[in-house]
Structures are given as structure tokens and as C-alpha cells.
């Protein structure tokens, strides 16, 4: 079974950890960028606040073998 990561702003990100996801505070475009970049290849899937989905919606096929769920 692989991980699961949530990627996003810290105030959209916090209940994720209590949940035991492993989590990565991204404010900048280039956080959320470098984020993605550096998932672990484990990684299965990654819940994405509706800014993270917005900036890597281009980067989404880069790794076609992570799940993506854009939170509401």
C-alpha cells in the first residue's frame, strides 16, 4: 500500500496530520511546485488544496502514478 500526502496551505492542511497523512505546508507556487517534485516514490496518493490543484494541474501527468483528489 502506498502513502498518502496532503499538499496546501497551512490553515487548509492542518487536520490532515491529526489523521496521521503526511503533510506538506506549500504557501507559494513554488512550494506547492517543489512539493510535487520531490514526492516520494511511494507515494499513492495526494490530496491537494484547490491552490496546490490549480498550480499543478500542468504537473499532474508527471506522475501518473499518484491519485489526486482536489479537497472542496
Known sequence: MGGV????ETHEMEG???AGVSVIMAETDADITEAWRHLEPETALAILSPAAAAV???RLTDRP???TVVMP
Do not use: K, N
Not at 500526502?5 to 496546501?8: L, P, Q, R, S, Y
Open 56 to 58: 499543478l494541474a500542468p
Open 16 to 18: 490532515f496530520a491529526l
Open 65 to 67: 502514478d499518484v491519485l
Open 5 to 8: 500526502v496532503a499538499i496546501g
